[in-house]
């Protein structure tokens, strides 16, 4: 009985994870939300950002996890964002370390600017973890467009990644939150 359990479990882990790594979330259409949000940390995220800005597919954006010692100036300059934009629509913030606290920075931002819609966008690998923190503590009634950066990830950040949503889902099972 012992042995046909664990099988099953093992088996269940592989399914999971062929999953996770085989079918990874994909890039969104051009549908409007009301917000933007983008986690930092991987390349092509903040200018897929600023590409729906500019389209007007949301009218502002939040930049989740920016080093605190980066000021907007710079990060105009470097990403090549137009002062209209700095001023009106973008949102650095300098809260976030790490998914978690990325999710909570958004459901603040979410909550303050009064958005029902907002549009995640992350590197695809990333989104499925980063999506469920988001609907753990973002207002209800939320609508989430999650829009993945396309990529190519090693297999190792894969195994990783898929090992971090499987603790955080048990861990949340276990707390009942």
């Not at 085989?22 to 259409?29: E, N, R, Y």
């Not at 897929?48 to 009218?59: F, H, P, T, Y």
């Not at 100036?73 to 809260?95: D, N, P, Q, W």
């Not at 829009?147 to 276990?174: C, I, M, N, T």
Request: overall charge positive.
């Amino acid at each position: 009985m012992l042995r046909r359990l664990a099988s099953f479990l093992i088996v269940l882990w592989a399914l999971g994870f062929a999953w996770t790594a085989i079918l990874l979330p994909q890039p969104a259409g051009d549908e409007r939300t009301d917000g933007v949000i983008v986690l930092t940390g991987g390349e092509g995220r903040i200018p897929r950002g600023l590409d729906v800005l500019r389209a007007g597919d949301a009218r502002l954006m939040l930049v989740s996890g920016v080093d605190p010692e980066v000021r907007p100036k710079e990060f105009a300059a470097s990403y090549k964002v137009e002062r209209k934009y700095m001023r009106c629509c973008i949102t650095l913030g300098f809260e976030a370390v790490d998914t978690r606290s990325n999710a909570r920075e958004a459901a603040r931002w979410i909550a303050a600017n009064d958005l029902k819609s907002v549009r995640l966008i992350t590197t695809d690998w990333h989104m499925r973890r980063a999506a469920f923190e988001l609907e753990q503590v973002a207002p209800p009634g939320i609508v989430v467009v999650e829009d993945a950066v396309a990529s190519r990830p090693r297999f190792g950040v894969l195994f990783a990644e898929y090992h971090k949503l499987l603790a955080r889902r048990v861990s949340q099972l276990w707390s009942g939150s």
